[in-house]
């Protein structure tokens, strides 16, 4: 059993399987390690849509590293499935983002402002938006035409990454890291449910477990669980011929397995006093989330009504408190560098924190994004208490 590496990666979710396999491919040593399984956070309960239409993105840096990391997937994907002999079910297709009240034109109208010189979309009528879609609910007022989106299977993403990983050189092991090995201000290895692993450096990607490190860094790290769920059905009809989403009722996606997704609870959307209801971990489905989803949908898509319910997820997203991903060394430590907080976006962000964070260690910086000040630990070097239900509330789902 190795007991050493140039790097540890804590935490097996695509986050953490992302940054584990951009490593490798630089010829990097690297252990990860998980002490559940591959996906079992919030990574393999995601919808997978790849989308820079949402309110997550702002504008500047945080809306060049979601194009950047949205257009590692071409590649990306084939690489991994060239890897493992995998599908990952990606698909890239047409969306459109619909209003069905006054408040949602307002917010996709407001995006689109600043967003139109950057990504093909257009405004388009209901009369169009049925000509796309003739069956979708005579009540939508109009929509947000983009020319292309993407989504995936995040569970088969996750696993893809990680097979990659490992045919790369990664070690992946089935442990809990429970403390950090110190000298003085460098961490020098974790401390596992299996005895102790040295390491040149560490990357916390724990997702919304992440903020255990707090006490042993003697560093913030502030993130809490946002739960989501959402539902796959078996629907007779026709796949939907684009992907669609709206501000407030999620998303709705016929996948390349032929089911299709809808969902999801937490963000801006009906369920807000319920927001973070549970306990804190919590990742059982539940009822009223069933049955709030699927009238949310049918709202949208009528025919829905006929669909059969196959699966229902939960999963707790990793919040932080200005919604934005944590990313990059941590203030006062020597080796150590987090890869968390990414909220409703961990799998539209893999990527570019995976090649972020293995420029960071390979060369002490990156030019990923032009200016990472967004999205640095050390932003929250004062940090005291957040008011986390507002970052919950400002994305989308
Ligand atoms: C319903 C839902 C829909 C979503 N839809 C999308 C979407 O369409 N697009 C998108 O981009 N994002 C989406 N997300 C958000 C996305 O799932 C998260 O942002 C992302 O999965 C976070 O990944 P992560 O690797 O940081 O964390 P996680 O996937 O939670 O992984 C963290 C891992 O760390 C492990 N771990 C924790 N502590 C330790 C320890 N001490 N030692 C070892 N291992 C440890 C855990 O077991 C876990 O496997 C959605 C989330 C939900 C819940």
């Known amino acids: 059993m190795p007991d050493t590496a140039d790097v540890v990666v804590i935490g097996a979710g695509v986050v953490g399987c992302s940054v584990a396999y951009y490593l490798a491919r630089e ?10 399984s591959i996906g079992s956070g919030a990574s393999a309960h995601a919808t997978g849509s790849l989308s820079l239409l949402g309110a997550e993105f ?13 257009a590692e997937f071409p590649e990306l994907v084939p690489e991994l499935e060239a890897a493992t002999g995998m599908d990952l079910l990606y698909q ?4 459109l983002r619909l209003a069905l009240d006054d408040e949602e034109v307002d917010l996709i109208k407001s995006l689109m402002e600043w967003q139109q010189p950057h990504v093909k979309m257009r405004w388009i009528d209901a009369q169009e938006v049925r000509s796309i879609e003739p069956r979708l609910s005579p009540s939508i007022i109009g929509a947000m035409y983009e020319e292309e989106s993407a989504q995936l299977d995040s569970y088969r993403f996750n696993l893809g990454l990680a097979g990659g990983a490992e045919r790369k050189g990664a070690q992946i092991l089935y442990r809990e890291v429970t403390g950090l090995v110190t000298d003085g201000s460098t961490v020098s290895g974790v401390q596992t449910t299996s005895g102790d692993i040295s390491c040149g450096a560490v990357v916390i990607a724990a997702g919304t477990w992440s ?36 501000p407030k009722r ?7 397995d032929g089911l299709t997704s809808v969902g999801s609870t937490g963000g801006r959307d009906y369920d807000q006093r319920d927001l973070f209801a549970g306990e ?24 829905l009504e ?15 408190p200005d919604s934005k991903p944590i990313i990059g060394p941590v203030p006062g430590w020597d080796g150590v560098l987090l890869a968390t ?3 409703t976006k961990g799998i539209h962000l893999g990527p570019i924190t995976g090649r972020i964070i293995a420029d960071y260690i390979g060369r002490g910086s990156t030019q990923a994004v032009a200016d990472m000040s967004e999205f640095l630990p050390d932003r929250f070097a004062d940090f005291a208490d957040a008011d986390y239900l507002t970052a919950a509330r400002s994305v989308d789902e």
Not at 27 to 36: A, D, I, K, N, P
Not at 212 to 227: D, I, N, S, Y
Not at 250 to 256: A, D, E, K, V, W
């Open 27 to 36: 010829g990097v040593s690297v252990t990860l390690l998980e002490r559940e």
């Open 306 to 320: 006929r669909a059969e319910l196959v699966q229902q997820l939960a999963g707790s997203r990793p919040l932080s």
């Open 211 to 246: 903020r255990a490190f707090t006490p042993w860094l003697g560093f913030p790290v502030p993130v809490r669980p946002m739960k989501g769920e959402r539902l796959l059905l078996n629907y007779p009809g026709e796949p939907l011929p684009v992907l669609i989403s709206s």
């Open 250 to 256: 999620g998303h709705m996606i016929s996948r390349l």
């Open 92 to 95: 890239r297709r047409p969306s």
């Open 58 to 70: 702002s504008p500047g840096a945080s809306f060049e590293m979601a194009r950047v990391s949205y």
């Open 280 to 303: 804190e971990f919590d990742r059982q489905p539940t009822e009223s989330a069933r049955l709030e989803l699927l009238q949310r949908a049918i709202d949208v898509f009528p025919d």
């Open 341 to 343: 907080g990414h909220t």
